[in-house]
């Protein structure tokens, strides 16, 4: 095995720390074609779809690349915006605010940057351009709250890899959940909030997660009760009794029973209960994309408005929201004790300073 290229050293300069923000990916275009590339990278995961290789591949190849690129191009161009896939373009706000709130608190020796676990820029690409830039320790953080190995563990695998043909490899840390952690749950509460001080409060709050198999729970994965916890810390924190929320999950995939309840069957019930207006947020989405744009605030307002519901309201997800840059670089900080990332004190300038002062009269 070929290693990669390592860039130039340059002697005396002064080591930084990296931090990149990892979040599941997109299509670089709302077209089959792109989707097609996609769909394969990401569905081709292991990770995502544990059914043995040449199986799955047979069903890939042959069944679900050839139907599935155009249904899904269709449904991205309907939530396509002017900077591209909203997914993208929010996880880079959230990496230049987080760089700048980090400089803001005096960490000038840090690089932040952002990577998709899928389509571009590629966590390899990214990787590659810290250590560049003269990154030494690189911080993972990824873009999911609640772990599962089916997204947290990839985005690993994916740093792994690219550790595998490196030379000089970074001192690495890993986030691996953060889906109880104070900050997070003050943001998510005071999106939902700010949502309800314009809008008023609902009947009912659906808290909707993605969704992953069921069987993943019996196998040791924690997102289910992750996702659960979540769910009651932000009620509590919200002042909700038992009766005020729900916790459902959302785009389920193929024949295999997935974590209930299902989130769209669950709004239908409601509506035909007698619920007149609910509100639907995302906690485990940090940043809008197709699952809560398409699927939530779309196809799932469809649902319940012809099943006999009056209002839906979606509350967006925390995207660029001060409350969420505000946890996610208190997050940062935490997980980067101990790693140089202030700039390193100019003895030269230390002296002229002590030399003024003392011309002053100070006491020294």
């Excluded at 990669?4 to 005396?12: R, V, W």
């Excluded at 299509?27 to 394969?40: E, K």
């Excluded at 709130?101 to 998709?116: D, K, P, S, T, W």
Aim: hydrophobic content about 40%.
């Amino acid at each position: 095995m070929a290693f990669h290229k390592e860039p130039p050293y340059t002697h005396g300069q002064a080591a930084k720390t990296g931090i990149l923000l990892c979040n599941l990916g997109t299509p670089d275009a709302p077209t089959a074609p792109a989707l097609r590339r996609y769909l394969a990278e990401f569905l081709g995961d292991h990770r995502v779809v544990e059914i043995p290789k040449p199986i799955w591949w047979l069903i890939l190849h042959g069944i679900i690349l050839r139907v599935r690129p155009a249904k899904s191009a269709a449904k991205y161009a309907s939530i396509w915006t002017s900077e591209g896939s909203p997914l993208r373009a929010w996880t880079e706000k959230q990496a230049k605010l987080l760089g700048g709130h980090l400089g803001e608190r005096g960490h000038q020796q840090l690089l932040v940057r952002y990577a998709m676990r899928y389509g571009n820029p590629s966590i390899a690409q990214q990787l590659d351009e810290l250590k560049a830039a003269g990154a030494t320790r690189v911080l993972i953080v990824p873009a999911y709250p609640q772990y599962s190995a089916s997204t947290t563990a990839s985005v690993f695998d994916a740093v792994y890899r690219w550790a595998e043909r490196t030379r000089l490899i970074p001192e690495l840390r890993f986030i691996n959940h953060y889906h109880d952690n104070a900050g997070y749950i003050q943001a998510l509460k005071h999106r939902v909030e700010e949502h309800w001080a314009i809008h008023g409060r609902p009947d009912k709050l659906v808290m909707s997660f993605h969704g992953v198999p069921e069987r993943i729970l019996k196998l040791g994965d924690p997102y289910h009760c992750e996702c659960h916890k979540t769910g009651r810390l932000l009620a509590e924190a919200l002042g909700l009794t038992k009766e005020q929320y729900v916790v459902t999950f959302q785009s389920r995939f193929g024949k295999a029973k997935w974590l209930e309840p299902y989130t769209e069957p669950t709004l239908i019930a409601l509506a035909k209960a007698g619920t007149q207006r609910v509100d639907v947020v995302c906690p485990g989405f940090t940043s809008d994309c197709l699952e809560t744009l398409e699927e939530i605030s779309l196809e799932a307002r469809e649902a319940f408005l012809h099943a006999g519901g009056k209002q839906f309201q979606y509350i967006p997800c925390l995207n660029d929201s001060p409350a969420w840059i505000r946890a996610l670089t208190d997050l940062c900080e935490q997980h980067l004790g101990g790693w140089p990332t202030r700039q390193a004190p100019d003895p030269a300038a230390a002296q002229a300073t002590r030399e003024r002062a003392m011309a002053l009269g100070a006491k020294l």
